[in-house]
């Protein structure tokens, strides 16, 4: 008797080491995992309070290895000291921020209406184009993405050319509509896929129109969807640098391009390329933090579906 209860009392502290040391593996995956992925945004911040011996040297931990200072902030006008003075840079700060919140946020939205809507009709009704179905339209919209935006260069600066759309907010807004439209059409698609039918007849049973149906009991349920495809697409526009470099000089400029402007004939000012950087995420991660709240109180309210 006392042998088993030795043998068992063994087993259940066998299970108990087997699951800790579990645990322990999963969470130091992930720890480490998060530490890979957060330390390109920590060397941006830290760098842009560094001078140049400490780039140079590799210092990594302020107060440590390097006193923090304020010259990649000054750089750009942004620092305590120069905070009630003029600058000129940080009006061009200010200029190429506003040109990239207008366009980025521009298109997002309209790419997200735009793409709910034709996500919507190849969810819930049958077309045909030639050989085409509603997967084939489907894939031919993603299909979209494969091409490299280099093969799009020509092309649109000709087009914008004659149009007068260089250098303006609403050419890049248009551009990056068509860009994300694709992303945005799939994932809305799934979305509106993982919503019942039968909803939609119940109300138009009761009077709805297709339009009130919709922006009444289909939508609310896709909202979660809607938010992430916006969230996609604002980081994609926000970070796009090539069409932006290519179509715009003087007034529609955004922050990538100027970014990748911050060299001089000694080289890369690291310091203020970097206080730029951090300027330029900053907005990112608090739409993304405000808008996750959103997104989740959608996925549990959805959870009936």
Known sequence: MAEQIFHDHSSDLSYKAKWYAGRVAVYGILI???VVCLFPIYWTVTTSFKLAPNVMQGHMIPLVDFWPAWKGWDSLGLSPRLAGQESTVREEFLKRFTNSAITSVSASVLAVVLGSLAAYGLSRFRYKFGFMRNPDISFFFLSQLILPPVVLALPFLVLYRSLDLLDTRIGLILLYTLTVLPIVIWIMRDQFQSIPVELEEAALVDGLSIW?????????????????????????????????????????????VMVASQTGSQGINWWAMAALSTAAIVPLIIIGVVLERFIIKGMAAGAVK
């Open 32 to 34: 480490f995992w998060t």
């Open 212 to 256: 009130q149906a919709f922006l009444t009991i289909v939508m609310p349920i896709a909202l979660p969807g809607m938010v992430a495809a916006f969230i996609l697409s604002l980081v994609l526009t926000w970070n796009e640098y090539f069409f932006a470099a290519l179509l715009t000089s003087t007034d529609a400029k955004t922050l990538p």
